[in-house]
């Protein structure tokens, strides 16, 4: 494991595969056709049982590589967050690292437009922001939904997903972080990394259906959230505590028009009663949200990163032979 593989790899490419064989072997394809000698291929297999990811599947693509196969399951942003911290620990002269999924819909030929852009001494993270997708409707309209809440609970804006390409540096910021295995995107932002978005297409997948249900796609989207916990607690204590305090400015109100005579009969004791409530809960809400935001603020600081442990997932790391060409 502590061997070093790089040897002349200035781009490094990260992907996790997950019983999906067909797909990933087309990708890699096209990016060894792509960028040949020039590519190294950290492949995770994410425990996959059915297809398992074999090396030789690199091998017959032309692309040096290494397969990382995981003991168990741990879900694609934990996997991308392995393979990255393989290379932080590997890394030997890599001018750039992408990620991308294995499926095709990370269009093999932008990754030069991402590589590109690093090129800007001011950028250290290019991510690709979708000027088109190939989606059902369902999705496109949670999606929305979902931009505008994230903004509103955390107050900074996200447009992109795992595609990117990070100069080496940003990788070893990146997986000094605990909130890489749980969201990539949130943790780049999060990060502080200066980030350029270059507007990508996105394609169809080359084979298979994806993995990702509408559930698994809600529970990533909350995953991001996770990510700016003490933001959100804020916005949400601060959030109830304006509630409640508007609960009392009801409740004198309530009181003034009972005492000058305005309230009909059975309307005060309702008014009341509903004002009372609503500053209950709204005021246990936002003490409860202070008391979790201690909490957590106590849990980070006690814990700095999650991914240093990251070979204990790891099962095997099967490097790819390429077989010499004849002179």
């Known amino acids: 494991m502590n061997e070093r593989v790089f040897k002349n790899a200035p781009l490094v490419v990260v992907t996790p595969v997950f019983e999906d064989v067909e797909a990933s072997g087309r990708l890699f394809l096209e990016l060894g056709r792509l960028y040949g000698e020039s590519l190294f ?10 297809q398992p990811l074999q090396p030789d599947v690199l091998a017959r693509a032309g692309v040096q590589g ?4 995981l003991r168990r399951n741990v879900g694609h942003q934990k996997a991308i967050a392995t393979g990255l911290s393989y ?8 001018s750039a690292v992408v990620v991308m999924d294995s499926d095709g819909e990370d269009l093999p030929q932008t990754v030069a437009d991402l590589v590109q852009a690093l090129e800007d001494p001011a950028v250290d993270v290019a991510v ?9 409707w369902r999705f496109k309209a949670f999606y929305a939904v979902y931009k505008r809440f994230f903004k509103a609970m955390t107050g900074r804006p996200i447009s992109f997903g795992n595609f990117m390409a990070l100069k080496p540096h940003a990788v070893q910021r990146l997986v000094a972080m605990q909130e890489l295995p749980i969201h990539v995107a949130g943790a780049v932002l999060a990060s502080r990394l200066r980030t ?14 994806s993995k990702m249900n509408f559930v698994g796609l809600v529970l990533h989207g909350f995953k991001g959230l996770m990510v700016f916990a003490e933001d959100v607690l804020v916005r949400a204590g601060i959030a109830c505590s304006l509630a409640a305090g508007l609960a009392v ?29 609503i500053f209950l809960q ?30 204990a997932l790891v099962a095997e790391v099967l490097p790819v032979r390429l077989q010499s060409k004849p002179a």
């Open 249 to 277: 400015v009801g409740g004198l109100l309530v009181v003034l028009l009972k005492l000058i005579g305005y309230a009909t009969p059975g309307w005060f004791s309702l008014a009341a009663g509903i004002l009372v409530l």
């Open 87 to 94: 290379v932080a620990e590997q890394l030997t002269g890599a």
């Open 41 to 50: 291929v950290v492949a995770v297999d994410d425990g996959s049982v059915q």
């Open 128 to 136: 690709a922001h979708r000027k088109s997708r190939v989606e059902t």
């Open 282 to 311: 709204t005021a246990g809400l936002a003490l409860m949200s202070l008391m979790t935001l201690m909490i957590t603020g106590v849990l980070r600081g006690s814990n700095v990163s999650l991914t240093g442990s990251y070979q």
């Open 66 to 69: 290494v397969v990382l196969r």
């Open 196 to 209: 350029r978005r270059c507007p990508l297409d996105r394609g169809p997948r080359y084979a298979g259906r």
